[in-house]
């Protein structure tokens, strides 16, 4: 009798959670990218300038790439119904793990690796940990460790140390033709994540704990365990943006996510891809598309010689209109 239940609720799981996922926002993004690649082609055209020179399209994939991996992570934690504001100290933290056990030498690169990914799977587990154990909600949560993290490399650096090997180096600056080394990493990383929500039992179990955590308890899901590993799952991409970053700047830095405000900047990319902050829609075809949307603006806006204050304006505008859009599409539907 055990096993007709488990085996009648097993297609029914499916079959909801690919109602949840037929719907694609994810197009929207790329109609919306293909036509800011047709306007910044023309703007810099009228500047004397190519848009799709070869330079330009190398460098927007190295600008997004470290962002990308990111987003891709925190698109695993939404679709989840969660979130994390870790990821920003984090990316420093794993950049100096790498950089000071690599003290410049080919042979720490592997033991180097195995750390920074074992310290961001660590801090993963400590955030799913205390969202599902203690009952913290998970802004707070993964607030109060960046904080902690941010405590910790303020203590202990003031600046940049270690050192990447060369060897390593390529890995931020090399290109196979017009793809970047970097994009190839990025591409594998998001790969890996289709595949997981779209071919795997886990992946649709953090569609239907996103989509409605009683529902999916209720269904036999073991909530806290996806929520778990969808946060490990998430820093583990952090870890990986960490080492890319060290090996673009040759060494660690204490603020190179935060400068690079991965934390905002990768929920901006998944909510500008469709994936809904409240979890249980979206993916990361989406992500992608708005990683790319936002670097695609970035490299209009640096050849066009825009301010700070403006680039913000302009990318919070396109934010909030693609959140307006979304959600009259969903009431409408």
């Known amino acids: 009798m055990t096993q007709q239940l488990k085996l009648r609720r097993v297609p029914a799981e499916g079959s909801f959670l690919r109602r949840l996922s037929a719907d694609r926002p994810a197009r929207a993004v790329y109609v919306a990218l293909a036509l800011l690649v047709v306007l910044g082609w023309l703007l810099f055209a009228l500047d004397g300038g190519q848009f799709l020179s070869r330079d330009n399209i190398v460098g927007i994939q190295q600008r997004s790439a470290a962002l990308g991996i990111v987003a891709v992570g925190q698109t695993l934690v939404i679709l989840a119904g969660s979130l994390d504001l870790s990821v920003a100290y984090l990316i420093s933290l794993t950049s100096l793990v790498a950089a000071e056990i690599m003290a410049g030498a080919d042979g720490g690169v592997p033991g180097a690796v195995a750390a920074a990914l074992a310290v961001s799977a660590m801090v993963g587990l400590v955030n799913g940990l205390i969202i599902t154990r203690l009952r913290v909600h998970a802004f707070i949560a993964t607030l109060g460790v960046a904080l902690i993290l941010r405590g910790a490399l303020d203590e202990r650096y003031d600046g940049p140390a270690g050192s990447v090997p060369e060897s390593f180096q390529h890995l931020g600056y090399d290109r196979i033709g017009p793809v970047a080394a970097s994009a190839l990493l990025w591409a594998a990383v998001a790969a890996g994540a289709w595949l997981l929500l779209r071919r795997t039992r886990l992946g649709y179990r953090i569609y239907a704990v996103g989509g409605d955590a009683e529902v999916a308890r209720l269904s036999g899901v073991r909530t806290e365990r996806v929520v778990v590993i969808a946060h490990v799952l998430c820093s583990v991409c952090a870890g990986i943006a960490g080492l890319l970053l060290a090996s673009r700047l040759g060494a660690g830095a204490p603020t190179v996510g935060t400068d690079g405000g991965y934390d905002l900047e990768s929920i901006a990319a998944v909510v500008l891809g469709g994936t809904a902050l409240a979890g249980g ?53």
């Open 281 to 333: 829609r979206g993916g990361v075809a989406g992500t992608v598309g708005g990683v790319l949307l936002l670097a695609v603006l970035d490299s209009i806006f640096n050849q066009l010689e825009v301010n700070s204050f403006a680039k913000d304006v302009v990318r919070g505008v396109v934010l909030v209109a693609a959140l307006a859009i979304y959600a009259r599409r969903r009431r409408t539907a």
